[in-house]
């Protein structure tokens, strides 16, 4: 079985410019997380979806969405891109046991 | 609101060496507790668990038991090697606040020769 993927896995961007971020999940699950992590302050929820819907979402600002399609792939954008956005980008995907997360490699952005 | 808060890093040890991470949290109602690894250059796995008070989990030579009398989950290992070296997360899941996972802030582990 295919693990979780991530794509891309290393971004460069610009303040002010706007980002896209790609997780296809395992096989078979129908939730998908994503959490943004950074050195200071290590895994922040980002939000959660399932069956196309969002489930959960943490304190980001709204700059940050995110959606999710009908063969469970999930999308994360950001927009208007600030300094402190850079961070690595974690997708994490569950199945029916939503304590049972399996992460991908994650996509690094970096914003100059 | 819920939070884990764990050793601050980084950790350095010689091969062989018993290794320690601490880790407590703060959660309303009977969260469960994890370990997750991080290698470089790679996503978060899962270590071990544990679902109730007294519960110990272990993989692969890690240790933690859930203690609710002192809120911890602390991570232990007899004897650490060079693969080992990486960044060990503490986490919390809690169908009490929206099944949400709360994680640590990460302890870097290097293992010397």
């Known amino acids: 079985k295919a693990g979780v993927t991530q794509t891309p896995r290393y971004l460069i961007k610009t303040r002010g410019q706007q980002v896209t971020l790609s997780c296809s999940p395992i096989?078979?699950?129908?939730?998908v997380s994503w959490y943004q992590q950074t050195p200071g302050q290590g895994l922040q929820f980002l939000f959660e979806y399932f069956s196309e819907t969002q489930r959960n979402k943490g304190n980001f600002p709204g700059r940050f969405s995110g959606r999710q399609f009908s063969n469970s792939r999930s999308e994360m954008n950001v927009s208007t891109l600030e300094l402190g956005d850079s961070a690595l980008y974690l997708c994490a995907s569950s199945g029916d046991d939503r304590a049972k997360l399996f992460f991908g490699s994650g996509t690094q952005l970096s914003v100059l | 609101g819920d939070s884990v808060t764990q050793m601050e890093g980084p950790v350095t040890l010689s091969e062989e060496a018993f290794l320690t991470i601490n880790c407590t949290y703060t959660?309303?109602?009977?969260?469960?507790l994890f370990w997750y690894v991080q290698y470089p250059g790679e996503g978060l796995q899962l270590l071990l668990k544990?679902?109730?008070?007294?519960d110990k989990g272990s993989n692969k030579g890690f240790e933690a038991t859930y203690r609710k009398e002192t809120t911890s989950f602390h991570l232990e290992k007899g004897s650490v090697q060079v693969s080992d070296s990486a960044v060990y997360f503490c986490?919390?899941?809690?169908?009490?606040?929206?099944?949400?996972?709360?994680f640590g802030t990460g302890t870097s582990l290097t293992v010397i020769p």
């Open positions: 959660a309303t109602g009977y969260p469960s």
């Open positions: 544990a679902t109730k008070a007294d």
């Open positions: 096989s078979g699950h129908r939730s």
């Open positions: 986490a919390l899941y809690s169908s009490n606040t929206g099944n949400q996972f709360y």
